[in-house]
């Protein structure tokens, strides 16, 4: 993927920690984040003295690289933004401006962290639907704003092979939100969810704490029967 094919826009800890519904225990166990981009989340995460592996295609780019991305979209989608300030849910983030500075902080905070980060395995050049990892690595694997979000431009067989080899490497996967960018429920969804009983997981959607993107107030949450 070439990077002027990204839009970096970072999320925070406390975002995850609403859209995922995820406790002081979880965030001590491991996690791994699918398509997390420059969020600031795994940087927050070991601040806490926990730990989070995520993977993404941006990591196979510099910090530099990255930044300027940063600089060269941010001012584009803030605009987006102001154009359809009726299609979210001004309660989490008060206003455009408040979105700008939280995103570019979060932001900020990744760039500081992605280096060291590397070095240390944190921030891994990967991307679904094939991951590296050893089955049942991690304890739980989320995907924001990536799965189920795209489902125009990522077809239900995609979604079936992500989500299954997510499953491989984790106990439980956790998808915010199970909307598309248009706002409407994912076409996949139903058939994912019927797909995954048949094969014996435990697949539930679960009203979170956190709306921005209206009607994006819920999350597929996928267990197995037997962990």
């Known amino acids: 993927m070439e990077l002027q094919n990204i839009v970096p826009w970072g999320?925070?800890?406390?975002?995850y920690r609403a859209m995922f519904m995820l406790s002081d225990e979880a965030l001590q166990g491991a996690i791994l984040?699918?398509?997390?981009?420059?969020?600031?989340?795994?940087?927050?995460?070991?601040?806490?003295?926990?730990?989070v592996i995520s993977i993404d295609p941006i990591?196979?780019?510099g910090k530099e690289q990255i930044a300027n991305r940063i600089?060269?979209?941010?001012?584009?989608?803030?605009?987006?933004?102001?154009?359809?300030?009726?299609?979210?849910?001004?309660q989490n983030i008060s206003s455009p401006e408040a979105l700008y500075r939280i995103r570019m902080k979060a932001m900020?905070?990744?760039?500081?962290?992605?280096?060291?980060g590397k070095v240390q395995g944190r921030y891994i050049h990967e991307e679904l639907p094939t991951l590296s990892f050893?089955?049942?690595q991690f304890d739980v694997a989320l995907s924001s704003h990536f799965?189920?979000?795209?489902?125009?431009?990522l077809d239900e067989a995609f979604h079936m092979e992500a989500i299954l080899e997510m499953l491989r490497v984790a106990k439980e996967v956790r998808i915010f939100p199970i909307i598309t960018l248009e706002g409407k429920k994912s076409p996949h969804l139903d058939g994912i969810m019927a797909t995954l009983k048949t094969l014996g997981y435990l697949p539930t959607i679960e009203k979170?704490?956190?709306?921005?993107?209206?009607?994006?107030?819920?999350?597929?949450?996928?267990?197995?029967?037997?962990?």
Not at 33 to 51: I, M, Q, R, T, Y
Not at 108 to 116: A, I, K, S
Not at 147 to 153: A, V
Not at 208 to 227: C, H, I, N, S, T
């Open 11 to 15: 999320r925070t800890l406390a975002e």
């Open 33 to 51: 984040g699918c398509g997390d981009g420059p969020a600031s989340f795994n940087a927050e995460v070991k601040a806490l003295g926990g730990h």
């Open 59 to 61: 990591y196979a780019f």
């Open 71 to 90: 600089d060269e979209v941010a001012d584009k989608v803030m605009a987006q933004v102001r154009m359809k300030t009726d299609d979210f849910v001004w």
């Open 108 to 116: 900020h905070t990744f760039l500081e962290d992605y280096e060291q």
């Open 134 to 136: 050893k089955d049942k």
């Open 147 to 153: 799965l189920l979000l795209y489902s125009t431009h």
């Open 208 to 227: 979170v704490a956190y709306e921005f993107q209206k009607g994006g107030d819920e999350m597929l949450r996928v267990r197995r029967k037997y962990v």
